[in-house]
């Protein structure tokens, strides 16, 4: 194999390498996109949850065990 050939031959493998990383990193950076939608999509869930929460009235059951203190006191 001549100088030449293998030089042809170098620049093949880094080209083929250099497309095999370009594909990779859009591929990460389409799990990343995706990852951020879920959890923009969980923080707005997470929002409701705590403002639902924030919005019920305490049971009766709760307000009578702060009253009464447990039988092991």
Known sequence: MSNEENLQQRIAEL???SAF???LLD???QA???QQFALD???IQLRYVVGKLKDMQPSNIA???EET???HY
């Open 15 to 17: 080209e083929m390498k």
């Open 32 to 34: 990343i996109v995706d």
């Open 69 to 71: 203190p447990p039988p």
């Open 21 to 23: 990383q370009e594909k």
């Open 63 to 65: 307000s009578q065990a």
């Open 41 to 43: 999509k969980m923080q």
């Open 27 to 29: 591929e990460l950076n």
